[in-house]
């Protein structure tokens, strides 16, 4: 899949899984951003079937230990990486998120938001339905997402740790990276297959980093990572918090803002 900038759905995931009090924030973009999902192939439909609302869905049924869930995704690309690897034939669709939280609550779907892939999320039926309701909105949002763990560097190998260093050090307007995954545990081994850079930026919407994420797929070959740029808008208290989480790298210039960094780059 070509590397992009995550839309603003993803990067409202990225914040939502670090910090819970942004969860409500971050489900309102879910609901209000257009999402994607495979129907069965109907060679008679458009390219990218827009399905009207309070309609009937067509919806692709997936199971998996849990049971029933039906795979949605972020933006179009994700879903056409994530169907390549099936190798099914398929017609795409796309809704607002509300639209199709309510199709889904009405034919009593799951939820897997880009399962197996980057900013994944799950929500069982339950979730579904407190999402299409407005309810989920006021509730305790922990537990229908994981949580988004920042990596220390001694979790990840070190040619890994150097190579996030040196991209860092030769872009001056980079402040800070930390490196995440879905790990349960704080101690468990770092899933290496799926991994998360937070970029600390002064503009999140322009700022490129194609080429960090081509430099770290080819520092660790043949896995998922994903670069997240953040800046301001995700709120000086979620900055705060997380400057006081291990860092990769973090800029001694200003912002001054106090925090325990693993590695301080002088």
């Not at 409500?24 to 495979?38: Q, T, V």
């Not at 660790?220 to 400057?243: A, F, H």
């Not at 210039?253 to 002088?266: L, R």
Request: proline share 11%; charged share 25%; with cysteine.
């Amino acid at each position: 899949m070509k590397s992009r900038v995550p839309n603003r759905l993803e990067q409202a995931l990225a914040v939502g899984a670090l910090d819970t009090s942004r969860r409500p924030e971050m489900l309102r973009a879910l609901l209000a951003e257009p999402l994607w999902f495979p129907i069965g192939y109907h060679p008679e439909l458009p390219p990218v079937f827009h399905p009207p609302p309070g309609g009937h869905l067509p919806v692709w049924i997936c199971k998996d230990d849990e049971g029933t869930f039906v795979a949605v995704f972020t933006a179009r690309d994700v879903m056409k990486d994530a169907m390549a690897r099936l190798k099914q034939r398929h017609t795409v669709a796309t809704m607002k998120g509300q639209d199709l939280c309510d199709a889904l609550a009405r034919q009593g779907h799951a939820m897997q938001l880009n399962p197996d892939s980057k900013f994944h999320a799950g929500f069982p039926l339950q979730a579904v339905r407190d999402l299409a309701s407005g309810e989920m909105l006021s509730a305790e949002p922990m537990r229908y997402s994981a949580d988004l763990r920042l990596l220390r560097p001694d979790m990840l190998p070190p040619a890994f740790v150097q190579t996030v260093i040196a991209e860092c050090v030769a872009e001056p307007t980079w402040r800070a990276l930390w490196m995440g995954d879905l790990g349960k545990t704080p101690d468990a081994p770092a899933d290496l297959h799926h991994l998360h850079a937070l970029v600390w930026v002064p503009d999140a919407a322009r700022t490129p980093t194609d080429h960090l994420k081509k430099a770290l797929r080819l520092a660790l070959p043949n896995r998922d990572i994903e670069v997240v740029p953040i800046d301001e808008s995700c709120g000086e208290g979620q900055l705060q918090k997380m400057l006081k989480s291990p860092t990769l790298y973090l800029r001694p210039t200003p912002p001054p803002v106090a925090g325990d960094s693993i590695i301080n780059v002088q």
